[in-house]
T-cell receptor
Framework: SQQGEEDPQALSIQEGENATMNCSYK?????LQWYRQNSGRGLVHLIL?????REKHSGRLRVTLDTSKKSSSLLITASRAADTASYFC????????????FGRGTQLTVWP | DAGITQSPRYKITETGRQVTLMCHQT?????MFWYRQDLGHGLRLIYY???????DKGEVPDGYVVSRSKTENFPLTLESATRSQTSVYFC????????????????FGQGTRLTVV
């Protein structure tokens, strides 16, 4: 069964707006990762946040993690049409080294 | 070329045929994975391998076979293809950070779109 579940399933915004995607998971984790997938391509790693971290930044990306609520959010600021893609969160389960459990993803569309 | 490559990119096969999807990585990563991606299901793990000659089942292993005789290769074989195996297949690799007991990020291939008719 999948570990992460993204919300919303689809998000449509205008260029310049911020996009927020959420991820909920069920079990304890060592870290949580966010990936991006452009149409017809493989997944590309965006950012990793460890279970003892609460917030992390990378360029226009901001990731938060709330282990008490078993949830994470990915914020893309000042979005661009090129940000149009599917975004996935992935978690481990602590004891299962190596495996990643992906959610179904959020499809983000940014209109110019 | 450095990275992780899958072949073929596209494949059409008939029901009942055996088909093998290839995956090759140049980093000597310990871990390799096979996922399938279907609408409404996201990515589901088929099999993974922690090292050469070590493989383990994922969430949806039925109908698939893997092998890993060399660190860099991780082929996935559909023994007798069925229409339900029509999907996009992704291979990925990752490594273990020394002394930290956790994996690096995963690197994905471009995918193989398999159609079983």
């Amino acid at each position: 069964s999948q570990q992460g579940e993204e919300d919303p399933q689809a998000l449509s915004i205008q260029e310049g707006e911020n996009a927020t995607m959420n991820c909920s998971y069920k079990t304890s984790i060592n870290n949580l990762q966010w990936y991006r997938q452009n149409s017809g391509r493989g997944l590309v790693h965006l950012i990793l946040i460890r279970s003892n971290e609460r917030e992390k930044h990378s360029g226009r990306l901001r990731v938060t993690l709330d282990t008490s609520k078993k949830s994470s959010s990915l914020l893309i600021t000042a979005s661009r049409a090129a940000d149009t893609a599917s975004y996935f969160c992935a978690t481990d389960r602590g004891s299962t080294l190596g495996r990643l459990y992906f959610g179904r993803g959020t499809q983000l569309t940014v209109w110019p | 070329d450095a990275g992780i490559t899958q072949s073929p990119r596209y494949k059409i096969t008939e029901t009942g045929r055996q088909v093998t999807l290839m995956c090759h990585q140049t980093w000597s990563h310990s871990y390799m994975f096979w996922y399938r991606q279907d609408l409404g299901h996201g990515l589901r793990l088929i099999y993974y391998s922690a090292a050469a000659d070590i493989t383990d089942k994922g969430e949806v292993p039925d109908g698939y076979v893997v092998s890993r005789s060399k660190t860099e290769n991780f082929p996935l074989t559909l023994e007798s293809a069925t229409r339900s195996q029509t999907s996009v297949y992704f291979c990925a690799s990752s490594d273990i950070l020394p002394g930290q007991g956790r994996n690096t990020e995963a690197f994905f291939g471009q995918g193989t779109r398999l159609t079983v008719v």
